[in-house]
């Protein structure tokens, strides 16, 4: 089946810098996406990797490296704002065309 | 405004007691799903629709049914609802279903079952 493991817990100061891990095992391994969800609100996309490498989208940027089945979100110069929490999903070309999202990470940043 | 809205935003029901979430989106997607979310367990896909009457199950959809008859809506429909479906309902749509599309969530229901 697919499973993703994810730290169920961060915490970090404004300014730094935060790694948010996630495991994946899963038979058809497609694609790797990061949500972020604020409390209340509703998931909103990130970002994506389908190779291995890193992926730079302002502050964001994500990692994946397949042999390892394992990515990262790297969040920088962390501001308040960013206190949610984050979801990495994978498409499993094996299980038809749906989504299995990670049970989350939540993020705290604390002043 | 690009969106995807759903209805209602908050239910209280009782058991057995038939209801419909509705969901609608206004981009064109193809792809359309739901999710349930629940405490420590992240979000997981109930069902999906990769277009009109084409629609196939998640990892959770027993109790649930949904219908694609027009590209726009993908309602949920829960026909004897019980309590262990209390929980908070994401409708979600894409362009496609590669994961590189981005997924616009609805702002969700907050469904209580008694």
């Known amino acids: 089946g697919q499973s993703l493991e994810q730290p169920s817990e961060v915490t970090a100061v404004e300014g730094a810098i935060v790694q948010i891990n996630c495991t994946y095992q899963t038979s058809g391994f497609y694609g790797l996406s990061w949500y972020q969800q604020h409390d209340g609100g509703a998931p909103t996309f990130l970002s994506y990797?389908?190779?291995?490498g890193l992926e730079e989208t302002g502050r964001f940027s994500s990692f994946l490296s397949r042999s390892d089945s394992y990515g990262y979100l790297l969040l920088q110069e962390l501001q308040m704002k960013d206190s949610a929490s984050y979801f990495c999903a994978v498409r499993d070309s094996n299980y038809g065309q749906n989504f299995v999202f990670g049970p989350g990470t939540r993020l705290s940043v604390l002043p | 405004e690009a969106q995807v809205t759903q209805n209602p935003r908050y239910l209280i029901t009782v058991t057995g007691k038939k209801l419909t979430v509705t969901c609608s989106q206004n981009m064109n997607h193809e792809y359309m799903s739901w999710y349930r979310q629940d405490p420590g367990l992240g979000l997981r896909q109930i069902y999906y629709?990769?277009?009109?009457?084409?629609?196939d199950k998640g990892d959770v959809p027993e109790g649930y049914k949904v219908s694609r008859k027009e590209k726009r809506n993908f309602p949920l429909i829960l026909e004897s609802p019980s309590p262990n479906q209390t929980s908070l309902y994401f409708c979600?749509?894409?362009?496609?279903?590669?994961?590189?599309?981005?997924?616009?969530f609805g702002p969700g229901t907050r469904l209580l079952v008694l």
């Open positions: 629709s990769m277009n009109v009457e084409v629609t």
């Open positions: 990797n389908a190779l291995d």
């Open positions: 979600a749509s894409s362009l496609s279903n590669s994961g590189r599309e981005t997924q616009y």
